[in-house]
């Protein structure tokens, strides 16, 4: 796999919930689970995100709104392993 920012081969993945809590607005076009991000690349968007200043309770309303929808994908992802 080649990483979507930069183009260098990695084997590096981030799920689309990563994309949205960091706010990878130029990835979120294409509708996939998960996106080719190498650590390089991710760990230079997540810094400046945090350098940025933000509103702490900013930060905590977006980490529970993830929170709820890892809970919600868990609970799907059960309930179709419980019907097979």
Do not use: P
């Amino acid at each position: 796999m080649t990483c979507e920012i930069c183009g260098k081969e990695t084997n590096n993945q981030v799920s689309y919930l990563e994309l949205e809590t960091w706010e990878f607005k130029s990835l979120k076009t294409d509708e996939k689970d998960f996106h080719a991000v190498c650590y390089s690349c991710f760990d230079k968007h997540t810094n400046q995100f945090i350098d940025q200043e933000m509103d702490l309770e900013l930060r905590k309303k977006r980490s529970q709104m993830v929170n709820k929808e890892v809970e919600a994908e868990i609970e799907a992802i059960l309930e179709v392993e419980v019907e097979k």
